[in-house]
T-cell receptor, first 112, second 118 residues
Framework: QKEVEQNSGPLSVPEGAIASLNCTYS??????FFWYRQYSGKSPELIMF????GDKEDGRFTAQLNKASQYVSLLIRDSQPSDSATYLC????????????FGKGTRLHILP | EAGVAQSPRYKIIEKRQSVAFWCNPI?????LYWYQQILGQGPKLLIQ????????DSQLPKDRFSAERLKGVDSTLKIQPAKLEDSAVYLC????????????????FGEGSRLTVL
């Protein structure tokens, strides 16, 4: 079983709508969870991190964590064409220093 | 502040040839990572250094890949001999270390080195 699973997409969302991206992880020892955005031909950039159950909001982005279900999600409100990218879910297991493991990513298309 | 530097940006080689990639992390960053990203997939961690010691190299194909981090600063990743399936972008990233990235996920990536093996 892969450590971090994501639907590869593409996920198509109309401009102005809410985009919902999901991720599950297998290691119950995972402590922190991250969302990165990667534009085509570019390197990943960190959007948000979350380590407590519940929601964490930052502007148009909300990360949600449910450790009991081993589930992480990212909501993007008021989606813009510039949000079109691949979104990578990543996790860290505190027992493994600063090791960060990525999922395969979900491609998101915002339709104008 | 200068970012993570990588070279070369692009490399095309034939199978069974060798190739080396170089990475210079952000000054003061103790942790250095090499990730392999095959088209359509997420980054796969190959090796992680803390200063000049290896923290994790469990996913590094050691029969053909090698990496070193001299004096805890620059790093080189070598592939010899290359196979077709090694075609990928090789991403170098760095972080301050000390467990900070474990909490914040704050990795600083270079622009990557794109390898094509023919």
């Amino acid at each position: 079983q892969k450590e971090v699973e994501q639907n590869s997409g593409p996920l198509s969302v109309p401009e102005g709508a809410i985009a919902s991206l999901n991720c599950t992880y297998s290691d119950r020892g995972s402590q922190s969870f991250f969302w990165y955005r990667q534009y085509s031909g570019k390197s990943p950039e960190l959007i948000m991190f979350i380590y407590s159950n519940g929601d964490k909001e930052d502007g148009r982005f909300t990360a949600q964590l449910n450790k009991a279900s081993q589930y992480v999600s990212l909501l993007i409100r008021d989606s813009q064409p510039s949000d079109s990218a691949t979104y990578l879910c990543a996790v860290n297991n505190m027992n493994r220093d600063d090791k960060i493991i990525f999922g395969k990513g979900t491609r998101l298309h915002i339709l104008p | 502040e200068a970012g993570v530097a990588q070279s070369p940006r692009y490399k095309i080689i034939e199978k069974r040839q060798s190739v080396a990639f170089w990475c210079n992390p952000i000054s003061g960053h103790a942790t250095l990572y090499w990730y392999q990203q095959i088209l359509g997939q997420g980054p796969k961690l190959l090796i992680q250094f803390q200063n000049n010691g290896v923290v994790d190299d469990s996913q590094l194909p050691k029969d053909r890949f090698s990496a070193e981090r001299l004096k805890g600063v620059d790093s080189t990743l070598k592939i010899q001999p290359a196979k077709l399936e090694d075609s990928a972008v090789y991403l170098c990233a760095s972080s301050l270390g000390g467990g900070l990235a474990a909490v914040t996920g704050e990795l600083f990536f270079g622009e990557g080195s794109r390898l094509t093996v023919l």
